[in-house]
């Protein structure tokens, strides 16, 4: 049965497990095993009514009733609680329940990380600010299960990971100074020894879900070196066992543009106890060596900064779907505007470009599957991460603003679904470093761990497997003719000045994502071909035409009908036979 748009109002209320079979696709190609894909069934089906359902509902009406700071009490002392509207905690206690933040400790098996990725995109088609809470408490968990001492490790650990909300902590993570965020190393919050423990004394400029119980919080040492080498990780909880305020004052809540609902604050450290997260060496002691903290925290930011990107997938899902059916049932000149070639156009290229998205955000979770050992895998989900990070974020702006004008006038409406998507999309640029910094990370991925090596050998691979079917050869040349350009760009970047070298980075990114995009659609599209499907052929060499080829004059003089003559089983899933797919 193809989709239906026309017979819904909108998205919310409506199951979004159900009405994605792209996510069907995904895990039935990355999950293999027939016990892991059951396991994941039974997830997926649960968050595609409860993310459609009551916490899109909910989203809608905590953006416009966000988070309150009271500052004191009636008697005058300072208490510096958050406020929420009912809907939020509400939502959240739903997550919690449903294993969101605790799954991997209550699941009694293995949890893939393709499901993890798979529950965080329904839950961020709703509100990608409730995933930002509940995502951190995630890595602060983690960050708390291998480095927290030993004394406090399982209470910590028991509260972030457990299903009953009334019991439930979460978790945050604090960076970012006044003077630095992306220049990390510049941080001047001090951290001053107390026995065992430690006292933090600074100022944190961005501190989403500010009231959460347990933060991850980058101090120096007193008397370590400047830079990034001097920097520690500590656990630092918000409050004393007596439940007094543990030297964290919150100055205030951020006036933001989106992403309302949770939290994010100033705050003031003002010798709050804290626990150095520290790993152990190969022979169990403490691990002292400079630089080993900054360490810790960055494994906590690319497991955040993966985070972002299925942020910016959610968002561009969503779009996709409010614009389909907003599609079907707005009439002008008499006819549903999703017959005319433009919006068909604007809906078809949502769709391909979301689908070439989450091909390079799953493969991320999925990155140790294909490739030859467990060094390449690292590699590969090494510069994966920041390039579906740049990829998925710019792209759900772009999805967002459009999906936005499909609606018309109605679109720029705070009471139509589009406008919290707009306003939200744009954090996650920015969120976790923003588009120039990911842009760096990827050369030092290159420079440090030659991970694009790992990246060229996987689309090698893909072409090397792709079917040879008419349908998909565009799409199979212009993977290698990009490849090529690839390959080319990072020789003659190799010989580059510094100042070069900078100034090319983004342009490197988006060519190596575009290159990682085309190559992920091509293996999706072979393995729908061998299950007599070239729906995702049509998709892969839709994305060919649009992202990797440069068309003369602008694809005018192709006569491409893909738009035309496959706009239904294209936008609403339906399977398209290999002649149909060719002919258009
Ligand atoms: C809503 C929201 C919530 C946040 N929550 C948290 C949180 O919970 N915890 C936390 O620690 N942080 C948080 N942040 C902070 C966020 O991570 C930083 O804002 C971000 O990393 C950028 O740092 P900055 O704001 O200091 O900008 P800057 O570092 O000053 O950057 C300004 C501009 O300069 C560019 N730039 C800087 N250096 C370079 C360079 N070397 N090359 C090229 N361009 C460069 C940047 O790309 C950017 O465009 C949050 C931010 C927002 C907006």
Not at 326 to 334: D, K, M, S
Request: with cysteine; hydrophobic share 40%; aromatic share 6%.
């Amino acid at each position: 049965m193809l989709v239906d748009y026309a017979s819904y109002e909108n998205a919310t209320g409506l199951d979004w497990y159900a009405l994605d079979p792209n996510l069907t696709l995904l895990l039935d190609r990355l999950l293999p095993d027939v016990e892991d894909r059951g396991f994941a069934e039974e997830h997926v089906a649960r968050y595609g009514v409860l993310c459609g359902g009551p916490l899109a509902r909910r989203a809608e009406v905590t953006d416009h009733h966000g988070p309150v700071l009271r500052r004191y009490d009636r008697w005058g002392q300072e208490v510096d609680v958050v406020e929420h509207h009912p809907g939020w905690l509400e939502s959240k206690a739903d997550l919690v329940r449903a294993g969101f933040t605790g799954l991997p400790y209550q699941a009694g098996r293995p949890v893939p990380a393709v499901l993890t990725a798979s529950l965080a995109y329904l839950v961020c088609q709703a509100e990608t600010a409730i995933y930002c809470g509940l995502g951190m408490t995630a890595g602060a968990a983690d960050i708390v299960e291998r480095y927290a001492p030993a004394e406090v490790r399982d209470d910590l650990l028991r509260r972030l990971t457990s299903p009953d909300p009334d019991e439930a902590w979460e978790g945050g993570m604090f960076l970012t100074e006044r003077q630095g965020g992306s220049d990390v190393g510049a941080n001047t919050t001090r951290a001053v020894p107390d026995g065992a423990e430690w006292r933090l004394h600074g100022e944190k400029h961005f501190c989403s879900n500010v009231d959460a119980e347990i933060f991850i919080v980058l101090a120096r040492p007193d008397g370590a070196p400047d830079g990034g080498q001097g920097l520690a990780t500590f656990i630092v909880p918000r409050s004393l066992p007596d439940g007094s305020a543990n030297g964290f004052r919150i100055k205030r809540l951020k006036p933001k543009l989106g992403t309302t609902g949770v939290p994010t604050g100033e705050v003031s450290l003002e010798g709050a106890r804290a626990w150095i997260a520290r790993p152990p060496t190969p022979h169990g002691t403490a691990d002292e060596r400079p630089g080993r903290g900054l360490n810790t925290m960055m494994e906590m930011v690319n497991g955040s900064r993966f985070g972002v990107a299925v942020m910016g997938l959610g968002i561009h899902r969503r779009s996709f779907l409010e614009a389909a059916i907003y599609a079907a049932r707005r009439e002008q000149w008499g006819q549903r505007i999703d017959h005319y070639p433009l919006v068909r156009e604007t809906l078809v290229d949502l769709l391909v470009t979301l689908e070439a998205a989450a091909a390079l955000t799953f493969e991320c979770a999925g990155a140790t599957r294909g490739s030859i050992d467990e060094d390449e895998g690292r590699r590969l989900r090494r510069i994966l991460v920041p390039l579906a990070k740049v990829r998925a974020t710019r792209g759900a702006i772009g999805a967002a603003s459009q999906a936005l004008e499909v609606f018309g006038g109605n679109g720029y409406m705070e009471d139509w679904p589009m406008a919290r998507q707009l306003r939200d999309a744009q954090c996650h640029t920015i969120w976790e470093g923003t588009e120039n910094i990911c842009c760096l990370d990827v050369r030092r991925a290159m420079r440090n761990d030659g991970a694009h090596e790992a990246l060229l050998a996987r689309v090698e691979r893909a072409l090397l497997g792709s079917d040879p079917a008419p349908v998909l050869a565009p799409a199979v040349d212009a993977v290698a003719t990009t490849l090529g350009e690839a390959r080319e760009a990072i020789a003659h970047l190799a010989g580059a000045s510094n100042d070069l070298q900078l100034l090319h980075a983004r342009r490197l990114t988006y060519l190596l994502a575009d290159l990682a995009q085309g190559a992920l659609l091509l293996d999706e599209a072979t393995w729908s071909l061998t299950r007599d499907d070239a729906r995702k052929a049509v998709v892969a060499r839709r994305f060919a035409h649009i992202q990797l080829s440069v068309p003369r004059a602008r694809g005018i003089l192709d006569d491409d009908r893909t738009v035309l003559d496959l706009f239904e089983p294209l936008t609403r899933y339906g399977s398209i036979e290999r002649a149909a797919a060719a002919a258009a």
